[in-house]
T-cell receptor, first 113, second 114 residues
Framework: AQSVTQLGSHVSVSEGALVLLRCNYS??????LFWYVQYPNQGLQLLLKYTSAATLVKGINGFEAEFKKSETSFHLTKPSAHMSDAAEYFC???????????FGTGTRLTVIP | EPEVTQTPSHQVTQMGQEVILRCVPI?????FYWYRQILGQKVEFLVS????????KSEIFDDQFSVERPDGSNFTLKIRSTKLEDSAMYFCASNSRGVQETQYFGPGTRLLVL
C-alpha cells in the first residue's frame, strides 16, 4: 500500500536560508511523486512532480526535489527562502496505474525575516 | 489560465442536513476527483469519476456520499445526512487523461457541521 511520511510538521527557516522539507514514501511499484503547496485560504497548487524521468525535478518558484530510490525519499529543497514561501507543503504519491493520490500530513513552512 | 472553481467557499450546516458541494472542473477535463482535509490532518482521497460513473472510491466514501455530473460543467458532492465528523475542507480536482496527468485542485469548500 502506498503511504507518505513527512518528517516535521513545522519547519522554520530564516529568509535567504536553505529550505529542506523531507518526504519518504512507501509503494509496491515505482511511484509517481508530487509536491503540492497550499497558501492560506487557497487550494493545492502543484509545485513539481516525478514520473520516472529525470530523478532531479525542478518546479515552480525555485523549488526542486530529488527522487532517491535507495532511500525511498523525495525531499523538497530551495536554496534561498523567501517570505512568500511561507505555506503548507504536501508530499503525495500515486501508483502509476491508480487514479488517486495519497498525501502526507503536510509541513508548515515559516520564513523568519 | 484555466482553473477549477468551487462553490460555496464556506458552508455551515446542522447535523443531519443534506449538503451539496459544487465544482466546475477545467473545461476540457474528463476525470474528476473529490478529496477532503479534516483540520490538522492529511488530505484524503474520497472518489474519482469518469464517463459518468465512479471509477474508484475510498473507505470514507460510504452510502452517505454521492457524486454527480448533472450537466456539462458541474461536478457535485452530496452528503445526505451530515455528521459532526464531516466537518472538513473539501477539494475538487480534475485532469484530462486520468492516471497520465497531474490533478489540478480547486480552492476548496470549508464545511462546518454543527
Amino acid at each position: 500500500a502506498q503511504s507518505v511520511t513527512q518528517l516535521g510538521s513545522h519547519v522554520s527557516v530564516s529568509e535567504g536560508a536553505l529550505v529542506l522539507l523531507r518526504c519518504n514514501y512507501s509503494s509496491s511499484v515505482p511511484p509517481y511523486l508530487f509536491w503540492y503547496v497550499q497558501y492560506p485560504n487557497q487550494g493545492l497548487q502543484l509545485l513539481l512532480k516525478y514520473t520516472s524521468a529525470a530523478t532531479l525535478v525542478k518546479g515552480i518558484n525555485g523549488f526542486e526535489a530529488e527522487f532517491k530510490k535507495s532511500e525511498t525519499s523525495f525531499h523538497l529543497t530551495k536554496p534561498s527562502a523567501h517570505m512568500s514561501d511561507a505555506a503548507e507543503y504536501f508530499c503525495a504519491v500515486r501508483d502509476p496505474g491508480a487514479n488517486n493520490l495519497f498525501f502526507g500530513t503536510g509541513t508548515r513552512l515559516t520564513v523568519i525575516p | 489560465e484555466p482553473e477549477v472553481t468551487q462553490t460555496p467557499s464556506h458552508q455551515v450546516t446542522q447535523m443531519g442536513q443534506e449538503v451539496i458541494l459544487r465544482c466546475v472542473p477545467i473545461s476540457n477535463h474528463l476525470y474528476f476527483y473529490w478529496y477532503r482535509q479534516i483540520l490538522g490532518q492529511k488530505v484524503e482521497f474520497l472518489v474519482s469519476f469518469y464517463n459518468n460513473e465512479i471509477s474508484e472510491k475510498s473507505e470514507i466514501f460510504d452510502d452517505q456520499f454521492s457524486v454527480e455530473r448533472p450537466d456539462g460543467s458541474n461536478f457535485t458532492l452530496k452528503i445526505r445526512s451530515t455528521k459532526l465528523e464531516d466537518s472538513a475542507m473539501y477539494f475538487c480536482a480534475s485532469n484530462s487523461r486520468g492516471v497520465q496527468e497531474t490533478q489540478y485542485f480547486g480552492p476548496g469548500t470549508r464545511l462546518l457541521v454543527l
